[in-house]
T-cell receptor
Framework: KAGVTQTPRYLIKTRGQQVTLSCSPISGHRSVSWYQQTPGQGLQFLFEYFSETQRNKGNFPGRFSGRQFSNSRSEMNVSTLELGDSALYLC?????????????FGPGTRLTVL | DQQVKQNSPSLSVQEGRISILNCDYTNSMFDYFLWYKKYPAEGPTFLISISSIKDKNEDGRFTVFLNKSAKHLSLHIVPSQPGDSAVYFCAATPQTGANNLFFGTGTRLTVIP
């Protein structure tokens, strides 16, 4: 079974631009979560989508948004990029939400904002 | 506000010896804890978990200990192998309600052959 895939793997943008990242979950997984990883903060939860609905949202500004499609694929968008948005963005999928349902992570998209 | 803390950014251990990675949390609502392992250029992979009704869970060379009163957990790897060299993240979540994971900042483990 194919794992979680994320595209693109690397991205360079400049301040003020916007960016869209894509995540394809493992087949049969309907929940997709997004995390931001930075050196000082570790992994921080952005949001989780399940059945095309945002189920939960972390403490990030409104510039960060996401959506999920009927095939469970998910995208996240960051508008008006800031230097501090440079990070590794990780997507994780699981069958359904639930603490005991293992999350499987993709390799991440490395975003650099210049 | 970091609710899960890993105070040791790095740890070096000789092959064959025990590796002990520590994690502290502040939120009393957390009752399910996980350890993830991350290699460079890969996403984190699940290693082992423990529920708050237990104080120990073992899986092969990996054992997680939970001390609820101290809000502390630790991961023991015995014996350590060079392939264990990676970044280890501790994570916590409530079992009910919104159960997104709260991660620590990670500990880089280096196992020296």
């Amino acid at each position: 079974k194919a794992g979680v895939t994320q595209t693109p793997r690397y991205l360079i943008k400049t301040r003020g631009q916007q960016v869209t990242l894509s995540c394809s979950p493992i087949s049969g997984h309907r929940s997709v979560s997004w995390y931001q990883q930075t050196p000082g903060q570790g992994l921080q939860f952005l949001f989780e989508y399940f059945s095309e609905t945002q189920r939960n949202k972390g403490n990030f500004p409104g510039r960060f948004s996401g959506r999920q499609f009927s095939n469970s694929r998910s995208e996240m968008n960051v508008s008006t990029l800031e230097l501090g948005d440079s990070a590794l963005y990780l997507c994780a999928s699981r069958t359904i939400p639930g603490a005991h349902n293992e999350q499987f992570f993709g390799p991440g998209t490395r975003l650099t904002v210049l | 506000d970091q609710q899960v803390k890993q105070n040791s950014p790095s740890l070096s251990v000789q092959e064959g010896r025990i590796s002990i990675l520590n994690c502290d949390y502040t939120n009393s609502m957390f009752d399910y804890f996980l350890w993830y392992k991350k290699y460079p250029a890969e996403g984190p992979t699940f290693l082992i978990s423990i529920s708050s009704i237990k104080d120990k869970n073992e899986d092969g060379r990996f054992t997680v200990f939970l001390n609820k009163s101290a809000k502390h957990l630790s991961l023991h790897i015995v014996p350590s192998q060079p392939g264990d060299s990676a970044v280890y993240f501790c994570a916590a979540t409530p079992q009910t309600g919104a159960n997104n994971l709260f991660f620590g900042t990670g500990t880089r483990l280096t196992v020296i052959p």
